[in-house]
């Protein structure tokens, strides 16, 4: 994700957004099985860390976090 001024902010349900952001910060370290084995407090912080996010740590869910583990999944695999 390119840090611009002009983006639209991210937040927790665009998993998306997300998914693309931790591959393209991550690329093709993290295979499916590796993506599945992260354990939600690193996934957490990588996504607060990503350019744009706005999202506060106070409305991260479980849900949110398994959405954006699949997400990223189908991300990896569109550049397999």
Request: with cysteine; hydrophobic share 35%.
């Amino acid at each position: 994700m390119i840090d611009d001024k002009y983006a639209l902010p991210i937040y927790w349900n665009d998993y998306e957004d997300i998914a693309m952001g931790l591959y393209e910060k991550f690329g093709d370290e993290f295979g499916e099985s590796k993506i599945y084995r992260i354990r939600f407090t690193d996934l957490m912080e990588w996504v607060l860390s990503l350019p744009n996010f706005s999202g506060k740590r106070e409305e991260c869910n479980e849900g949110h976090l398994e959405q954006i583990q699949s997400a990223w999944v189908y991300e990896w695999r569109d550049n397999q």
